[in-house]
Nanobody, 119 residues
Framework: QVQLVESWGGLVQPGGSLRLSCAAS?????????MGWFRQAPGKQRELVAS???????YYENSVQGRFTISRDNAKKTVYLQMNSLNPEDTAVYYC????????????WGQGTQVTVSS
């Protein structure tokens, strides 16, 4: 069983920044797994916004490319999402998850962390 706990969301003004954290625990070899950050806005499907492989190759969804940076600290079993130049369209609940063959592990979703971008 894997537990993922997201934190450090909040309310930020347009143009602001946040750094999300996702701490992993339980039965997993964290360093061996690709990890992803997802988000779900009201009335929309959950989408992958960024991912990082065990070799630290990264992927970004087009709308966040150049603004968001995903990173990982294997010693702390934590993955981060640095979000800059935030805009109201980034408002969503953000989740992290393990990626198994490119897909999120359905049994490992955490509670997410709310990010609200508003003036």
């Amino acid at each position: 069983q894997v537990q993922l706990v997201e934190s450090w969301g909040g309310l930020v003004q347009p143009g602001g920044s946040l750094r999300l954290s996702c701490a992993a625990s339980g039965s997993m070899f964290f360093s061996m797994n690709a990890m992803g950050w997802f988000r779900q806005a009201p009335g929309k499907q959950r989408e992958l916004v960024a991912s990082i492989t065990r070799t630290r190759s990264t992927y970004y969804e087009n709308s966040v490319q150049g603004r968001f940076t995903i990173s990982r600290d294997n010693a702390k079993k934590t993955v981060y999402l640095q979000m800059n130049s935030l805009n109201p369209e980034d408002t969503a609940v953000y989740y992290c998850n393990i990626l198994l063959n490119g897909r999120p592990d359905a049994t490992s979703w955490g509670q997410g962390t709310q990010v609200t971008v508003s003036s």
